[in-house]
């Protein structure tokens, strides 16, 4: 991600404790509510966010705090766009597997290994890297066809 092509960015940093992570999804599903994406949109990319970063903390960083987890927020002309640092165990290569189940069965709803499979679904583009020692998460959505890009009012 180029932060010069950027129309706006924030970065957010937290502690890596899971009590953390919510406070990182209400900002991101502030951000989303004032880009005026639908209610139901805004909380599918707030879950995928918090999926994301909930993972770095369990399994890049098995779940010790004292190490940061950084996510730049990038507003851009036609897609909102989130990078997730942390310098933890990279990701393993892993195939990305169709996940089978009734979902009108809740008491036999896996218990885990969705959040790959939400992070595709929910997000137009996923991709991760690994640079030197630091893990790299990005996530874009698009803004729907029919919404200007940008906020609602025009302004930032």
């Given at each position: 991600?180029?932060?010069?092509?950027?129309?706006?960015?924030?970065?957010?940093?937290?502690?890596?404790?899971?009590?953390?992570?919510?406070?990182?999804?209400?900002?991101v599903?502030?951000?989303?509510?004032?880009?005026?994406?639908?209610?139901?949109?805004?909380?599918?990319?707030?879950?995928?966010?918090v999926?994301?970063?909930?993972?770095?903390?369990?399994h890049?960083?098995?779940?010790?705090?004292?190490?940061?987890?950084?996510v730049?927020?990038?507003?851009?002309?036609?897609?909102?766009?989130?990078?997730?640092?942390?310098?933890?165990?990279?990701?393993?290569?892993?195939?990305?597997?169709?996940?089978?189940?009734?979902?009108?069965?809740?008491?036999?709803?896996?218990?885990?290994?969705?959040?790959?499979?939400i992070?595709?679904?929910?997000?137009?583009?996923?991709?991760?890297?690994?640079?030197?020692?630091?893990?790299?998460?990005?996530?874009?959505?698009?803004?729907?066809?029919?919404?200007?890009?940008?906020?609602?009012?025009?302004?930032?």
């Open positions: 991600m180029n932060l010069e092509e950027a129309v706006s960015s924030i970065k957010l940093i937290i502690d890596s404790r899971l009590a953390n992570v919510r406070l990182l999804g209400l900002a599903h502030a951000v989303c509510t004032y880009l005026n994406f639908a209610p139901t949109a805004a909380y599918q990319i707030q879950l995928t966010l999926e994301a970063v909930t993972n770095v903390i369990r890049a960083y098995d779940g010790q705090p004292g190490q940061e987890v950084e730049t927020v990038t507003l851009r002309p036609q897609w909102l766009s989130f990078q997730v640092k942390d310098t933890g165990r990279p990701l393993p290569a892993l195939k990305m597997q169709a996940l089978e189940f009734d979902p009108g069965d809740v008491k036999h709803l896996p218990e885990g290994g969705m959040g790959r499979v992070m595709h679904h929910v997000m137009d583009r996923v991709e991760y890297r690994r640079v030197g020692e630091t893990n790299i998460l990005t996530l874009d959505k698009y803004f729907p066809p029919q919404q200007t890009p940008g906020c609602p009012r025009g302004e930032f």
